[in-house]
């Protein structure tokens, strides 16, 4: 079984600041990763996801992650935040067979001060 | 660009009432998900369904509830009979093809409210 751990329920930064938000998952085979971003009244959006290959992705809105395999994470980072970011963020891990369904952390909500 | 469309966006019914939450995938996707949020809680997998029928289904999923895709284009969760414990934001999702690789789609959410 596959599972995901987001620590902590909320994260706040000031305009400018790195942002860091954590993911831990636990699979018994090669997982696929993913990072969800939902706006409030929205849908999840994907933000970024790691297949194969290069292990640091970049995703949309100048967030990138990196899978370290030897540390089961998948931390995403932003190096400068901006308002606009504030919203919830949701990792998430698949297994490569078809009708793959999503296993999902907790989410984090992000808040943004000026 | 194409987005997955879900109606309504809250639905408040009372407890033993029949609901159905609709889904309108994207065009020429073949999978199709639904997920759900309690409050506070994580967004649990209920069920996926390809070629017309149920691929997987979680422990949750159980006989009360059902889904369909009526005319090729919508896609429905239906609870039989609700309970308190099914209030929570109701997601569907679709994706063009398989492999777990591939991108799901999801859309804005039905917020469920039994009383």
């Known amino acids: 079984a596959q599972s995901v751990t987001q620590l902590g329920s909320h994260v706040s930064v000031s305009e400018g600041a790195l942002v860091l938000l954590r993911c831990n998952y636990s699979s018994s085979v090669p997982p696929y990763l993913f990072w969800y971003v939902q706006y409030p009244n929205q849908g999840l959006q994907l933000l970024l996801k790691y297949t194969t290959g290069a292990t640091l992705v970049k995703g949309i809105n100048g967030f990138e992650a990196e899978f370290k395999k030897s540390e089961t994470s998948f931390h995403l980072t932003k190096p400068s935040a901006h308002m606009s970011d504030a919203a919830e963020y949701f990792c998430a891990v698949s297994n490569t067979g078809a009708n793959s369904k999503l296993t999902f952390g907790k989410g984090i909500t992000l808040s943004v001060r000026p | 660009e194409p987005e997955v469309t879900q109606t309504p966006s809250h639905q408040v019914t009372q407890m033993g009432q029949e609901v159905i939450l609709r889904c309108v995938p994207i065009s020429n996707h073949l999978y199709f998900y639904w997920y759900r949020q309690i409050l506070g809680q994580k967004v649990e997998f209920l069920v996926s369904f390809y070629n017309n029928e149920i691929s997987e289904k979680s422990e949750i999923f159980d006989d009360q509830f059902s889904v369909e895709r009526p005319d090729g284009s919508n896609f429905t969760l239906k609870i039989r009979s609700t309970k308190l414990e099914d209030s929570a934001m109701y997601f569907c999702?679709?994706?063009?093809?398989?492999?777990?690789?591939?991108?799901?789609?999801f859309g804005p959410g039905t917020r469920l409210t039994v009383l």
């Open positions: 999702a679709s994706r063009p093809t398989s492999g777990g690789a591939d991108t799901q789609y």
